[in-house]
């Protein structure tokens, strides 16, 4: 079974400042998607950016961009010049290319200082 | 519908009693998905349908879990007596085919069993 595994319980970071969250995963599985996750207080998850782990290219989507490192399986999203409206809990996810459900990480609460 | 729409937003029930939880996904969508969140954890998998059947219902954690999909649109999550460990927020979310493409998000019913 695959899991996924955040290390940062919560990040802090300076307004307009750039911020890295960790996420780990494991798996046997050479196909897959990984993903990124914004849940505020809301409580409704908002795709922040996905990659497909064929594409040695990593993603990037605005502000926000990934760090695929296929080979120590690791996936870290890099937050640029972070804004108030970031705050949130983060989530890594991942999904194989034959299944269809995402396997979540326990998230990282990101605070983001005025 | 604009987006993923679960009623009600939170349920407060008592220990013992059956309750339902609703899911209108967006129009099209033909895969839909339940979640169960618990507190400070991220979602775990519960169910997943491709059209009205239960392609996967893997995530269910016992018989007291049952969901349907009828019409292949909306689809109820129900819980028979219900149990304290059942509270957390119950996540829907739809996608226009396998999960290939972006799976979005209900805000979520949050269940308190008390």
């Known amino acids: 079974a695959q899991t996924v595994t955040q290390s940062q319980p919560e990040m802090s970071v300076q307004e307009a400042e750039t911020v890295t969250l960790s996420c780990t995963y494991d798996t046997s599985e050479s196909d897959y998607y990984l993903f990124w996750y914004k849940q505020p207080p809301s409580r409704q998850m908002i795709l922040v950016i996905r990659q497909e782990a064929y594409k040695q290219q990593n993603a990037t989507e605005n502000r926000f961009s990934v760090n695929f490192q296929k080979a120590a399986k690791s996936f870290s999203l890099k937050i640029s010049d972070s804004q108030l409206g970031d705050a949130a809990m983060y989530f890594c996810?991942?999904?194989?290319?034959?299944?269809?459900?995402?396997?979540f990480g326990g998230g990282t609460r990101l605070m983001v200082k005025p | 519908g604009a987006g993923v729409s679960q009623t009600p937003s939170n349920k407060v029930t008592e220990k013992g009693k059956y309750v339902e939880l609703r899911c209108d996904p967006i129009?099209?969508?033909?895969?839909l998905y339940w979640y169960r969140q618990s507190l400070g954890q991220g979602p775990e998998f519960l169910i997943y349908?491709?059209?009205?059947?239960?392609?996967?219902d893997s995530g269910l954690p016992n018989d007291r879990f049952f969901a349907v999909r009828p019409e292949g649109s909306v689809s109820t999550l129900k819980i028979q007596r219900t149990e304290r460990g059942d509270s957390a927020v119950y996540l829907c979310?739809?996608?226009?085919?396998?999960?290939?493409?972006?799976?979005?998000f209900g805000q979520g019913t949050r269940l308190t069993v008390v």
């Open positions: 996810a991942y999904r194989s290319a034959t299944g269809n459900m995402l396997t």
């Open positions: 129009s099209g969508h033909t895969a």
């Open positions: 979310a739809s996608s226009s085919d396998r999960g290939l493409t972006e799976a979005f």
């Open positions: 349908f491709q059209g009205t059947g239960a392609a996967d």
